[in-house]
């Protein structure tokens, strides 16, 4: 029987409010270190705990009660200025708080939290006792391990990560918590991103990031354990978020439209009446085409604000992250600050959910070999301290991401060398490719510069992992790094995945809706131009050799007629023109998913004004075997055999 029994709903309440608490305090915590007197920042956190601690209370849940009240006390002392902030205290505390998010998971399955590692809890009496020095060894991960179910080495391995790496990742992926962020940001301008030409002024990225200003008591080197150990979590615990948090205004407005709606459905119902009546004077049907157009007008505007229910800010999920980009910095003795921008950006709630891996693995990998240790910073020039950004902003209806470091960078040649080195491309290959495909290397599996795997990274599995979710959300990466400068990644998503601007194109009498996001331009298709190149046709388009292929013969259907039109596409690294007999226009698709039965190249369905239920083409998968092409086209293949593919 649940330990929580008939109390589901106020531990659901519970859960979410000391989540946000939680976060809230880890991301002051970050804060705190860097301003250790910030008598604003200290009061803040021990109210954050003093609330958690009476939730708790009321719950039964003693063991969080008394952890709370241990740190609770200690944060009284330091706001009192009985004891001073050093880097080992702050250890202690945040191990403590790790310590408190490992009960609310416990809390989530309905069972009484444990008691905390006995190492937490000696720490934070010690400290309370004044025994705590400035370059105290933090608790170990294997603390809070002892608590729960580790996975296995070999488990962690397969999917890229070491044990303790695999924790700290479970913990950011698996947590049910958002709440704004408060993070310290800086006020300089991202450098110049040109998201249409995808062009970026590396030379940027240095000057912008803020001065060195690590306090001199907080040298790198000393370990830290705030990652959380591995857990096994039952079907409930790991299931997905099914709430969202909508601001009133937006509820009152759907709740106005509504009403709205209801009015004019009366008068319509009121005209038609009338009309069956046999009134079909001139007034009527004036009276009636006015009612119709108000009740289009009012069914936009019922979409757009349903479809802005779904927005969060992103800040929910970037507020995570320096908390964690602090703690591996530790680990490794590095001296990062995770600074970020365009926390408001919102963002399609579900599309969030699916972003956390992704920018884990980037936000790590800029943190183990993206940047520098603090000497070979000062010897390069730099300050001691490296900054990573994370800047979210929307760009008409995409939005964008970006993470810059400003690291060493990557260097092509190496790349293109160590590749050749592991048996990935053959050095002919390496030969042929550019510095841009280069870069897109590091996105196949099995790649990595690193000479030995660590705790960390080094496998070759997350770049492979971050494309793939990328992907996944008809989203697209693109890499920017100069060596010596810094790293930058580029991530351009779609506003929302509920909805889908598509171009609608016909085979004979059939409609089929392609993603918009794909489309560069649509042109005639002259057949007295079209050449052949290695057996396939082409057209030269401003320059550049473009493959044809025929949307029918993609599909299987019979060629009944010869194709005049084509849409220029652009599918992973390589364009080409889609033939197809017609245009029926562009439309904003509300996907239908299609659960039962899905075709493959089928992304779902749409119904267009008349009725007609339309397919939306999954291009990617679609041309999944031109795709392995394309990337075999990458390593080094030339372009006609690249977009070979079998019908």
């Not at 006390?73 to 505390?93: H, Q, S, V, Y």
């Not at 008409?396 to 690291?407: Q, R, S, Y």
Request: with cysteine.
């Amino acid at each position: 029987m649940s330990d929580f029994a008939g109390m589901e709903d106020l531990l659901q309440d519970f859960l979410q409010e000391a989540g946000d608490l939680l976060s809230d305090v880890d991301n002051k915590l970050v804060d705190l270190e860097r301003n250790p007197d910030d008598h604003r920042l200290l009061n803040d956190i021990f109210r954050g705990f003093h609330t958690i601690k009476g939730g708790a209370g009321f719950l039964n849940a003693g063991e969080l009660v008394a952890l709370c009240h241990l740190t609770e006390n200690l944060f009284d002392k330091l706001r009192n200025a009985e004891m001073t902030l050093t880097p080992g205290l702050l250890d202690i505390i945040m191990a403590a708080t790790q310590s408190v998010r490992n009960m609310f998971g416990e809390i989530a399955q309905e069972r009484q939290p444990v008691p905390a590692a006995a190492e937490v809890l000696d720490g934070l009496r010690a400290a309370l006792a004044g025994n705590v020095v400035a370059k105290a060894d933090p608790p170990s991960v294997a603390a809070n391990a002892k608590r729960e179910d580790t996975p296995s080495a070999a488990a962690a391995a397969a999917v890229g990560e070491g044990p303790d790496w695999q924790a700290l990742h479970a913990a950011v992926t698996g947590q049910k918590i958002e709440s704004s962020p408060v993070v310290a940001r800086s006020s300089a301008p991202l450098p110049a991103v040109d998201a249409a030409n995808k062009t970026l002024d590396l030379a940027q990225v240095q000057p912008h990031f803020p001065p060195e200003g690590r306090r001199a008591t907080d040298k790198p080197g000393a370990a830290v354990s705030a990652a959380p150990s591995g857990r096994r979590v039952d079907e409930k615990a790991a299931a997905r978020e099914v709430t969202i948090r909508v601001d009133t205004a937006r509820l009152d407005q759907v709740l106005n439209l509504s009403g709205e709606i209801g009015l004019t459905k009366n008068r319509l119902t009121s005209l038609r009446a009338d009309i069956l009546a046999g009134k079909t004077d001139s007034e009527t049907l004036q009276a009636l085409d006015q009612a119709v157009s108000q009740l289009d007008l009012l069914v936009s505007d019922l979409q757009n604000s349903v479809m802005k229910t779904r927005m969060q800010p992103i800040g929910r999920l970037f507020q995570k992250y320096p908390r964690i980009a602090r703690d591996l910095a530790r680990q490794l003795g590095k001296d990062v600050e995770l600074a970020l921008v365009g926390e408001e950006t919102e963002v399609d709630k579900t599309m969030i959910e699916d972003l956390a891996d992704p920018l884990i693995h980037l936000i790590r990998n800029a943190v183990d070999h993206g940047v520098e240790s603090p000497e070979e910073r000062r010897a390069a020039g730099k300050p001691a301290k490296s900054v990573i950004r994370l800047e979210a902003r929307q760009e008409g209806d995409h939005i964008v991401l970006i993470i810059a470091d400003d690291g060493h960078g990557m260097s092509p040649e190496r790349i293109r060398a160590k590749a050749v080195e592991k048996n990935i491309i053959s050095e002919e290959e390496a030969n042929t490719l550019d510095d841009r495909q280069s870069l897109n290397l590091i996105f196949l599996p099995g790649f990595s510069t690193m000479a030995r795997a660590s705790a960390v990274s080094g496998r070759g599995v997350g770049m492979d992992v971050v494309k793939t979710n990328i992907q996944k959300l008809n989203g697209a990466i693109e890499i920017r790094s100069e060596p010596g400068k810094g790293s930058v990644f580029i991530i351009s998503l779609p506003l929302t995945l509920a909805i889908l601007p598509v171009l609608l194109v016909l085979l004979g009498e059939q409609p089929f809706a392609l993603p918009l996001s794909m489309v560069r331009e649509i042109l005639p298709i002259d057949h007295d131009r079209m050449q052949e190149v290695g057996g396939k046709e082409t057209l030269v388009v401003r320059g550049e050799i473009l493959p044809v292929i025929a949307l029918a013969r993609l599909l299987g259907w019979p060629q009944l007629q010869r194709p005049e039109y084509g849409v220029l596409m652009q599918a992973a690294e390589r364009s080409f023109i889609l033939a197809v007999d017609m245009f029926a226009g562009r439309d904003d698709a509300v996907i239908k998913a299609l659960d039962d039965f899905r075709p493959r190249g089928v992304a779902g369905v749409t119904t267009l004004s008349n009725g007609q239920i339309v397919l939306i083409l999954d291009m990617k998968e679609l041309l999944g075997d031109l795709t392995a092409n394309v990337e075999r086209d990458v390593r080094g293949v030339a372009p006609a055999r690249a977009l070979e593919f079998s019908a």
